[in-house]
Structure formats: C-alpha cells, structure tokens
C-alpha cells in the first residue's frame, strides 16, 4: 500500500499499485477510496493480498464501523479482495452493487441478500448529504461495472476507466509528463477494455459526450492517482481507440529478453 491521498475534505484515497511495472509500459495503481459523506461510503476494497495493511490504511482514515456502503465498482479481485474482512468490522454496511455482481460475486463466497442494496446505473443512492448518481463508465471489464458521480465533490469514480499506465507511482495524475501520461492512458484503456476496436466511434462518441456533460472536475479512476481538470484530453484520447493499434504485450521470447536486461541493471530496450 502507498500512504493515503486526500483529495478533498471528503474524499481520501487508498493507493496501492502491482508491485512490479508491466514490462515496456509502466506501474498500475489500485485505489480504493473513502467518501465522508453524512452516511460514509467505502469505494472498492483492495488487493486480498495485502489484507493486513490495506485494513490498516482504511482504519487510520475512518472507524469501519461507521461504514454505511460499501460500493462494489466491479466484481474483479482488486476491487473485492477485502470485501470480507471489511464486513466484518463493519456491521452496519450494505454492499452496493447490482443483480449481475452479486450474481459474480456469489462464485467467491455466499452473499445474502440482507448484505445488499441493489442499484442500477441511472438509479441513485441518497447518503444523507447528497444523492450519488450510479453511472456505468464508458469502457470497463466486467459486466457488474458501476461507477459513481458524487455531486457535491464534483468527482466521478469511474472503477476501471479511466486509468493508466505510468512511469512510477505517483500521488496525483498531474506529477506525469503529459506525453506519458496519455500514451499510459490510452494503452492502459485498450489493454483492460480490449473490446474498444470492436466499438463504433459514435455510439463510443455518444457515452463520452455524456461524461463530458457531466464534467466531474476530478476523476478517480481505480487504476490511476487523481486527476483533476483533465477531462478533455482523457476523452479525446478515449474517442481515439476504437481505431488505434490494440495493445499487445510482450511474449516469453521477449518477456526473457526484458527480463535478462533488467536483472543487469539495464533500461529494457527490447519492444513487445
Ligand atoms: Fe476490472
Ligand atoms: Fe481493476
């Protein structure tokens, strides 16, 4: 885990990255995140690997009995690894999700239905001092995916979307080069969201136009550090990749020519 970001009076960050780059492209950053609203809201629970210090980092932010929501963004195990450990110091939390997770989540465990409080994107959840907007992201992984718009803090969570590869692991989306940053990006979203190049550019154009009415002022994206004032050229990156090149990684002949060089202290110059 990485120390805990605040980005505003009501939102702090639980970062943490895979502990290794992905050869030829960069770190990945997994957040989860903490929203202080009036009912507080847990964002995504983590990597299960590393149990003991992400329980750590959310206790040294909130009381996890004071957790009312635990939203769910997706099924996948970076964002539902310490779901368990998370329920059980937080009696009082209901899991926010829809039919298809917890359909996917109940191949990991049995979730009863008195754990859960059903939301559909377009539907809304009122957590005391303001109504959170359920908005599934323009790309994402699962079928369960479901972001959220806080109005009140101007932020989008978009769980998978969004994110990016990066040089180093970073506190804010604006410490990385701006080239960088939007070639991380735009690889980052064809790698996860493969069935982009399948998309058509104006049904794809359509749901981005929707992000862009929205205008979150900040993003908080799972898979990269906040960004804040960066929505433009994040969609007009995204508007881009249905017929960009599709991400391939590297293969075992190269992955051992990355890898010898590397162990030699050595810049990897071999391409995937
Ligand atoms: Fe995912
Ligand atoms: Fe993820």
Same mark, same amino acid.
């Given at each position: 885990?990485?120390?805990?970001?605040?980005?505003?009076?009501? *939102?702090?960050?639980?970062?943490?990255?895979?502990?290794?780059?992905?050869?030829?492209?960069?770190?990945?950053?997994?957040?989860?995140?903490?929203?202080?609203?009036?009912?507080?809201?847990?964002?995504? %629970?983590?990597?299960?690997?590393?149990?003991?210090?992400?329980?750590?980092?959310?206790?040294?932010?909130? =009381?996890?009995?004071?957790?009312?929501?635990?939203? *769910? %963004?997706?099924?996948?195990? =970076?964002? *539902?690894?310490?779901?368990?450990?998370?329920?059980? /110091?937080?009696?009082?939390?209901?899991?926010? %999700?829809?039919?298809?997770?917890?359909? /996917?989540?109940?191949?990991?465990?049995?979730?009863?239905?008195?754990?859960?409080?059903?939301?559909?994107?377009?539907?809304?959840? =009122?957590?005391?001092? /303001?109504?959170?907007?359920?908005? /599934?992201?323009?790309?994402?992984?699962?079928?369960?995916?479901?972001?959220?718009? !806080?109005?009140?803090?101007?932020?989008?969570?978009?769980?998978?979307?969004?994110?990016?590869?990066?040089?180093?692991?970073?506190?804010?989306?604006? !410490?990385?080069?701006?080239?960088?940053?939007?070639?991380?990006?735009?690889?980052?979203?064809?790698?996860?969201? +493969?069935?982009?190049?399948?998309?058509?550019?104006?049904?794809?154009?359509?749901?981005?136009?929707?992000?862009?009415?929205?205008?979150?002022?900040?993003?908080?994206?799972?898979?990269?550090?906040?960004?804040?004032?960066?929505?433009?050229?994040?969609?007009?990156?995204?508007?881009?990749?249905?017929? @960009?090149? +599709?991400?391939?990684? +590297?293969?075992?002949?190269?992955?051992?020519?990355?890898?010898?060089?590397?162990? @030699?202290?050595?810049?990897?110059?071999?391409?995937?």
């Amino acid at each position: 885990m990485d120390k805990p970001i605040q980005v505003n009076s009501d *939102i702090t960050v639980l970062p943490s990255h895979l502990p290794l780059p992905i050869p030829g492209h960069g770190y990945v950053g997994i957040n989860a995140f903490v929203l202080k609203s009036q009912q507080p809201v847990l964002v995504d %629970t983590g990597m299960g690997i590393e149990a003991d210090e992400y329980m750590s980092a959310l206790e040294s932010i909130i =009381d996890p009995s004071e957790i009312q929501w635990i939203w *769910i %963004t997706h099924d996948d195990a =970076d964002h *539902i690894g310490n779901l368990e450990a998370v329920l059980a /110091r937080a009696p009082k939390a209901k899991i926010i %999700t829809n039919i298809i997770g917890v359909a /996917r989540m109940e191949t990991s465990w049995h979730i009863n239905l008195d754990m859960v409080h059903l939301v559909n994107p377009g539907e809304t959840l =009122d957590v005391g001092d /303001r109504i959170l907007h359920a908005v /599934r992201p323009p790309l994402f992984d699962s079928p369960a995916t479901m972001g959220l718009y !806080d109005p009140k803090s101007d932020a989008f969570f978009s769980s998978d979307c969004f994110g990016a590869f990066v040089p180093e692991p970073v506190p804010n989306a604006q !410490d990385v080069a701006s080239d960088a940053l939007l070639e991380g990006f735009g690889m980052f979203n064809k790698g996860n969201h +493969p069935w982009v190049h399948l998309a058509d550019e104006k049904k794809l154009g359509s749901v981005l136009n929707e992000v862009k009415e929205m205008n979150p002022q900040t993003i908080l994206s799972a898979h990269l550090a906040p960004a804040t004032g960066m929505l433009d050229q994040f969609l007009k990156t995204m508007a881009q990749l249905p017929s @960009a090149d +599709p991400f391939v990684g +590297p293969n075992q002949v190269e992955i051992e020519q990355i890898m010898a060089q590397v162990n @030699a202290g050595q810049v990897p110059t071999v391409e995937a």
